[in-house]
């Protein structure tokens, strides 16, 4: 049982009337939408219960999660997962100012979705790369991603094989010295 979520599903189903649901009920988009809506008014009825507006500023911000859809992080495309914004209010001094993030800026480009999360900066564009083969690229970046792997596993397997070289000499030249003590 998970209370948070038959809370939201309760909720969920108060803020529709049967006849706003489609015949084949909602799809991801309107759901999200919905879900958006009742938690940016739960989210809003908190903050007014617990924040005085004439003592203290603040900023409601709302988004959504939006999960990443690739399979790997190193494919030409922005792999990541980030928050698009879907509100935000400002209030100072007692006065709330609603502001539009998503008209007000501009929609990152895809070489800026893939500086932001961490990748190489994007040489061609997939028009350009027209003449790659996509399992080949996937094959290829697997292939590295194992030779990682195995450089990192074969760089720890060295390190331990020498501590336990030098453990081993240390004890061999103990066993002769007791040796070379028990023959004298």
Known sequence: MNPEFTLLESRLLRALTPDQVPAGGLDLVQTTKLCDGVIQEDFTELVRAAVDPSKADFAILTGVQIHS??????????????ICPTSMTVVTNGQAQKIDLVAETPAPTPRQLFAMRGGEEILATPTALAGI???RAAEEAAAKRRAAELADEIARLTAATERASESAASALNALKSELDSIKH
């Open 69 to 82: 859809y690739g399979h790997t992080l190193d494919e030409w495309h922005p792999n990541m997962e980030y």
């Open 133 to 135: 083969d996509p399992q």
